[in-house]
């Protein structure tokens, strides 16, 4: 059985940030997302793919697709 949550720590800023497992929808998940980014703030989510020391979040959209923004991170759990 897989984890359904990732907690990772943004590099930059030092921020923690709460990541499930799988895409928000279908129309991101057929652009390459591969998990969900939770916003804690606001309970919003965004796309992202998540690799080992490196997050793509998706931050806009243009054109029906994805803009990527890479975050450095580090998985804490």
């Known amino acids: 059985m897989s984890k359904s949550h990732t907690l990772v720590e943004e590099k930059e800023f030092r921020k923690f940030h709460t990541v499930a ?5 279908e129309w991101s998940k057929s652009l390459g997302a591969t998990h969900t980014l939770l916003i804690d703030w606001d309970g919003s989510t965004r796309p992202a793919r998540l690799l080992k020391t490196v997050m793509y979040v998706g931050v806009d959209e243009v054109n029906n697709d994805i803009v990527w923004q890479k975050w450095q991170i580090r998985q804490v759990r």
């Open 21 to 25: 497992d799988n895409a928000p929808c």
